[in-house]
Every structure is written in C-alpha cells, then in structure tokens.
C-alpha cells in the first residue's frame, strides 16, 4: 500500500489548511469506521439476499454499511445494478443494463416491512436505455411501498432523466415525501466528475421538482468534497441549490472506491463541514447534514418532512 504524502498542519482543527493529497491515500482518523458486530447486520444482509434486492450501500462501497444495516435500515437500488453511466466517483458498474424485474417494486415494499423502515429511501441506477430513464419504476415501487407500508415517510433519490418533464412527473405523481437529486460536485468539475451529466440540468431537475410536486414535497440534493474544489466554489453551488428552492442539503468526504476511480484530492477536516452545516442553516436551508461520512441517505429518518 502506498503510504500518505499528507501534510499534516500543526495548527488546531479549525484552524488548519485543507489536508492536500499527491498519493493514495490512508484514512484519517475521523473517517475510520469500526467492523460490523451485530447480529442485526447479518440479519438485514440475509433479508435483502433472500428478497434478491440491490443496495447503493453494497454497490456504491459506502463506509456507512455497517453502522445502517446495523441499525436495519438501507438504501435500495431499482431498476438493476448496471448503470448506463460511467460516472469517475461512482462504484456502481457501468454495463448494458438487463430488463426491469417487474415484481421488484413489491420485493422493495416487503423488505421494507420486514425492516420496520418508517422512513425509506430508494434510488436507482441511470436508465438512460429507457424512453422514461426508469421513471415508471420508480412510480410503480412508491406505490407498493405505501401500500405496504401506510404512514411511510419516501425518500426517492433520482437520476437526471435527461431533464425530461414527463419522466419527472411520473415520479412526483406517485407523492413523494422527499425528492432527492444530487448535484455531486461544483459547476467546474462536473465535466470531469459526472461527464453525461451537466450542472445547469441537475439544477433545473431541483427546481422544476419543488414547483411541480406537491406542496408538502421537500427536496434534497448533496454534495461531495475533496474532489478539488474551493471553498468559494462550494459557497457557489450551496447559493445555486438554494436558488433553486433546495430544502435539505448533504455534503460528505468523496471517498475514492477503487485505484481506477478519480483520487480525493483533500480530506475535508471536520470543523470545515460544521461551519458549512451553520452556513448552509444561515442561507435557508431547512434541514443540513454535512460530515465527512455523510451520504445522502446517511441517517435520512432525522429530517421529519412536514405534515
Ligand atoms: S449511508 Fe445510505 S448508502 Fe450508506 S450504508 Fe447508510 S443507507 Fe446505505
């Protein structure tokens, strides 16, 4: 294993100067996490395995795996594990993706069930082989999750749908609680960081979502650090997704999931993530999770979405 060419700062946390990167990396103490020990865990893999179901978490190698499915819960990915896109931060495997499975959505309401989830969160890969990037899926699975599970707060997080209005309809007539779409990455870097995807669309998916859902929808979108990117710019794009009447915001450490992916550029120190979570709060934001290990459905149930 290479070793850190980190330069450590001998200043306070809150004082220091971004941790800069010229190798791969070791992890920083506060992105440690410790190994699975519960029987909980071994419980919520077999449950998702005998349902033959996909998680972001396993897919997308998210260090949170062991402390959610601990805690029983997980975010389920429809419509297949192969994505249409190649996106240079994501795990997810890019492949000539299969047909949807046309009892999935009610395999997602089960699990979710059996879990006892009281807030769930479902993404899935990007189907840009589909006329409607998947839309009707996502529909179909709010569906048989309500139905299954009455009282259910639904977090979708979404693909762009090539920004096309009736595929974003589909998804906001099934009535989500909350719309989640992430911008991942600053203006500059998204080329680099998402290359079929483009910022301005990202943003127009926001904002058309808070306009055409129903009034009661939050919408969500997050953001990763330490790919590169100034303060200013993220500054930048926090006011871009407020802008865009955004009411939850994330922002997590990117980790680099495989020597192939794009490399972290900086590890983001904690104190910098609180302030921007008392910036983000000070700029509108209803509800901020920012820390180095938060993802976007990183302990999801905490924002209770208006009744
Ligand atoms: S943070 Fe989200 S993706 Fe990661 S393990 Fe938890 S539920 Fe899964």
Not at 29 to 41: C, D, G, H, R
Not at 281 to 300: C, D, I, K, Q, T
Request: net charge neutral.
């Amino acid at each position: 294993m290479s070793s850190c060419a980190a330069v450590v700062p001998e200043k306070t946390e809150a004082e220091a100067a971004p941790v800069r990167l010229v190798s791969r990396p070791r992890l920083p103490e506060w992105l440690k996490v410790p190994l699975p020990s519960s029987s909980t865990f071994t419980r919520t893999r077999q449950l998702l395995g005998d349902l033959r179901l996909h998680t972001v978490c396993e897919s997308a190698r998210c260090p949170n795996q062991w402390e959610c499915w601990s805690r029983a819960t997980a975010t389920f990915m429809i419509a297949g594990d192969r994505c249409t896109r190649a996106c240079g931060f994501c795990a997810v495997d890019t492949a000539k993706p299969l047909a949807l499975e046309e009892d999935e959505p009610r395999r997602v309401a089960e699990a979710t069930r059996r879990l006892g989830l009281r807030h769930v969160v479902v993404t899935a890969v990007a189907r840009d082989d589909l006329a409607d990037g998947g839309a009707d899926h996502f529909r179909r699975t709010i569906g048989a999750i309500r139905a299954e599970n009455p009282g259910i707060v639904v977090e979708v997080l979404v693909p762009d749908f090539l920004d096309r209005d009736f595929a974003l309809d589909l998804v906001l007539d099934a009535g989500p609680d909350v719309f989640n779409h992430n911008l991942e990455t600053v203006r500059r870097l998204t080329p680099s960081v998402r290359h079929r995807a483009t910022y301005d669309r990202s943003l127009a998916v926001l904002a058309k979502a808070k306009q055409r859902g129903n009034g009661r929808m939050s919408t969500k979108s997050g953001m990763m650090l330490g790919l590169g990117e100034s303060d200013a710019e993220i500054r930048d794009s926090m006011a871009d997704l407020r802008r865009s009447n955004v009411d939850i915001l994330t922002l997590g450490q990117y980790l680099q999931p495989t020597p192939k992916h794009l490399p972290v550029v900086e590890f983001v120190v904690p104190a910098r993530f609180e302030e921007y979570a008392r910036l983000g709060r000070e700029m509108g934001f209803v509800h901020v999770a920012s820390g180095p290990l938060v993802r976007s459905s990183y302990h999801a149930d905490e924002f209770h979405p208006p009744a």
